[in-house]
Nanobody
């Protein structure tokens, strides 16, 4: 069965950095896109970043572009999210997701993703 397991969340001061990892297992993800979403209390889940497992350019939400970097480590079957210059508004539960997605424009649509991790909490203090 497919499993996505996030790690790396925690508490950090504004301006600091965190690196999230998502370990993927249970199937071949060659044609899949891997994405990071986040959900803050009282808000809807929102797209953060996405990348195709096999190749291609990443996509970012405007709010994180230039601060966050998504990358994949194919031999280790992981997708990482390096988060720099963190702000209090980045506080949320961060979720890893995988989906059989063809168009880059669909990366932002959570309904296109087939599998989800359990989430990891990121808290940024001011």
């Amino acid at each position: 069965q497919v499993q996505l397991v996030e790690s790396g969340g925690g508490l950090v001061q504004a301006g600091g950095s965190l690196r999230l990892s998502c370990a993927a297992s249970g199937r071949t993800f060659t044609n899949y896109a891997l994405g990071w979403f986040r959900q803050a209390p009282g808000k809807e889940r929102e797209f953060v970043a996405g990348i195709r497992w096999s190749a291609g350019s990443p996509e970012y939400a405007a709010s994180v572009k230039g601060r966050f970097t998504i990358s994949r480590d194919v031999p280790k079957n992981t997708v990482n999210l390096q988060m720099n210059s963190l702000k209090p508004e980045d506080t949320a539960v961060y979720y890893c997701a995988a989906g059989d997605i063809y168009y880059y424009s669909d990366y932002v649509d959570s309904s296109k993703y087939n599998y989800w991790g359990q989430g990891t909490q990121v808290t940024v203090s001011s």
